[in-house]
């Protein structure tokens, strides 16, 4: 008989501890380079992470030449400078400035061809209405399981990252192909630029356990509505993004009232 197995609570509260540790810092210093073999290993993290089909859609390209860490990062600071100038309304960090002093880029590129591999119905009317649209809700889902597999293994390694998303803009996308050598079908879905944490990471706001959970079934009180998504444009979304989940509650009521444009946040505090 096969023994019986047991819960493993001790190495549950340890990935909890490097779950917990991981925060998006956006302000790195300058340090020493970090070992291929370290890089290799946060990589190997996001190779492990589950995907549809087991398709594993990305290829997962480590920037750790210096000077091709500053030609990635002057793409990303252009990436930055672009959503400034159009889409305002957004909270943003002044520019991705910080993103040059990464010791180390990961750039995970897509393709999404592998969506094909996802489930197709036999019956083109029912497919489309059916299971389309779900492929790439599944392409995607898996690929921000491999980012999150990076930053946790970054953070068990004790440095930090942050996610960046810009990577899938059309403009953003291709420059970084042209620069790292991948074909139009491969999307950088994500680039987690890796360093050595300027400061401690602040805690950051999360939603109280008990509004998140449901416990077989849904607490209809606890669900967010409208309205919540409009206060939380009109007043949360810059401090939740960027600051410590303290002062996020002390600033609430401060906030820009609805309609007016968040400032633009240096990334210093
Ligand atoms: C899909 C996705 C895209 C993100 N894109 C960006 C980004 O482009 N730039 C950025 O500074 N942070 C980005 N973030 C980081 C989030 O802002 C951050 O995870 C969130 O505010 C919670 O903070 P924390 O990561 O410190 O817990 C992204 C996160 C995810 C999951």
């Known amino acids: ?13 340890n990935l909890l501890e490097v779950i917990r540790d991981r925060r998006s810092v956006r302000s790195f210093d300058p340090g020493d380079r970090v070992p291929r073999e370290t890089l290799e290993k946060i990589a190997d993290a996001g190779r492990w992470a589950p995907s549809g089909a087991n398709s594993q859609p990305w290829e997962i390209c480590i920037i750790e030449d210096p000077e091709r860490v500053r030609e990635v ?15 305002k309304g957004f909270p943003h960090v002044h520019k ?3 993103v040059h002093d990464s010791v180390a880029l990961l750039a995970v590129f897509v ?67 042209t620069l ?42 606890n669900l967010r509505s409208q309205e919540d998504i409009d206060h939380y444009l009109a007043k949360e979304r810059r401090h939740s ?4 989940a303290e002062a996020r509650d002390q ?6 009232t609805d309609g007016e444009i968040d400032q633009v946040d240096d990334g210093n505090h």
Not at 73 to 87: F, G, K, P, T, Y
Not at 150 to 155: F, R
Not at 164 to 174: K, M
Not at 251 to 256: A, D, I, Q, T, V
């Open 73 to 87: 990062a002057s793409v990303m600071a252009s990436q930055a400078d672009r959503l400034n100038e159009h889409c």
């Open 241 to 244: 993004i960027y600051k410590d």
């Open 1 to 13: 008989m096969a023994p019986k197995l047991k819960l493993n609570n001790k190495k549950l509260d």
């Open 111 to 177: 393709d999404p061809r592998w969506a094909d591999t996802y489930p197709v119905a036999l019956d083109s009317d029912l497919d489309r209405t059916e299971y389309e649209e779900n492929r790439s809700n599944i392409l995607l889902v898996s690929v921000g399981a491999a980012i999150q597999n990076l930053q946790l293994a970054t953070t068990a390694a004790g440095l930090t990252s942050a996610w960046l998303s810009g990577g899938g803009e059309p403009q953003t996308a291709r420059a970084l192909q």
């Open 180 to 221: 790292l050598g991948f074909p139009t079908s491969h999307i950088p879905y994500g680039i987690v630029p890796i360093g050595w944490p300027r400061r401690k990471a602040e805690s950051r706001w999360r939603r109280p356990i008990d509004e998140v959970i449901h416990w077989n079934q849904a607490v209809q009180a």
């Open 251 to 256: 600033h609430l009521e401060k906030l820009p």
């Open 96 to 98: 991705k400035h910080w």
